[in-house]
T-cell receptor, first 114, second 112 residues
Framework: DSGVTQTPKHLITATGQRVTLRCSPR?????VYWYQQSLDQGLQFLIQ???????AKGNILERFSAQQFPDLHSELNLSSLELGDSALYFC?????????????FGQGTRLTVV | GENVEQHPSTLSVQEGDSAVIKCTYS??????FPWYKQELGKGPQLIID?????GEKKDQRIAVTLNKTAKHFSLHITETQPEDSAVYFC???????????FGRGTSLIVHP
C-alpha cells in the first residue's frame, strides 16, 4: 500500500458528461501529480500541485482541470468527455515540489466513456 | 521537449536468467532517472533511481547504469523470479522541475 488513496476505482459514464476524480496524498506529502495512462499513449504527465498551488503542467487538455485543497487532497475534473478519454488516471504524491524525489502512486481510477 | 525511447516492448526470460531494459533520452538537462514497476491492477512503484552524478547504482538483484554522454540508461535484473513479471517504465526528469517523460514500458515475463 503506497498510502495514496484514489476514488472511485472504476467509473463508467457517457460522452459529454463531467466527472471528478479524487486523490488523497500520503500523510505529510505536499505535492500531488496526475497522470493519464492509455494503451496508445503510455503514461502521460498531466499536472502537478504543490501545497495548493499549480506547479507544473504537462499534456492536460483544456477540458480537464484540477485543484488541490487546503487539506492537500486533490481533484481532477474531466468535462465534455469523449470516447478517447477512456483511460487509467493515476495520482501520485511526494514530499517535495521538485522532481528529484520519490513519487508514490495510487492504484488509479479506471474511466470508461461509452 | 524530452523524448524517452524504451526497448524492448516485451521481454520473455526463464527464471534465473538476467533481464536488461534500455532507455534513451534526448534532453541533456535531464538529471534524474527513476524506474517504475507496475503490476497488474496497481499503480507504478519506484524500484530504483539514479541521478546524473552517478554512473551505476545497485539494490540487491536490481541495478541501473547511466551513460550521460550517450544519453542512455539501463535496468538490469539478475536471477529473475516469476514475481518480477510486470511492466517496467523508465523516466527522465529535467533538473529543477517536475515534468517527467516516461518510456512506453517493457512487459517482462519470467517463466518458471
Amino acid at each position: 500500500d503506497s498510502g495514496v488513496t484514489q476514488t472511485p476505482k472504476h467509473l463508467i459514464t457517457a460522452t459529454g458528461q463531467r466527472v471528478t476524480l479524487r486523490c488523497s496524498p500520503r500523510s505529510g506529502d505536499l505535492s500531488v501529480y496526475w497522470y493519464q495512462q492509455s494503451l496508445d499513449q503510455g503514461l502521460q504527465f498531466l499536472i502537478q500541485y504543490y501545497n495548493g498551488e499549480e506547479r507544473a503542467k504537462g499534456n492536460i487538455l483544456e477540458r480537464f482541470s484540477a485543484q488541490q485543497f487546503p487539506d492537500l487532497h486533490s481533484e481532477l475534473n474531466l468535462s465534455s468527455l469523449e470516447l478517447g478519454d477512456s483511460a487509467l488516471y493515476f495520482c501520485a504524491s511526494s514530499l517535495a515540489g521538485q522532481g528529484e524525489t520519490e513519487a508514490f502512486f495510487g492504484q488509479g481510477t479506471r474511466l470508461t466513456v461509452v | 521537449g524530452e523524448n524517452v525511447e524504451q526497448h524492448p516492448s516485451t521481454l520473455s526470460v526463464q527464471e534465473g536468467d538476467s533481464a536488461v531494459i534500455k532507455c534513451t533520452y534526448s534532453d541533456s538537462a535531464s538529471n534524474y532517472f527513476p524506474w517504475y514497476k507496475q503490476e497488474l491492477g496497481k499503480g507504478p512503484q519506484l524500484i530504483i533511481d539514479i541521478r546524473s552524478n552517478v554512473g551505476e547504482k545497485k539494490d540487491q538483484r536490481i541495478a541501473v547504469t547511466l551513460n550521460k554522454t550517450a544519453k542512455h540508461f539501463s535496468l538490469h535484473i539478475t536471477e529473475t523470479q516469476p514475481e518480477d513479471s510486470a511492466v517496467y517504465f523508465c523516466a527522465a526528469i529535467p533538473g529543477g522541475s517536475y515534468i517527467p517523460t516516461f518510456g512506453r514500458g517493457t512487459s517482462l515475463i519470467v517463466h518458471p
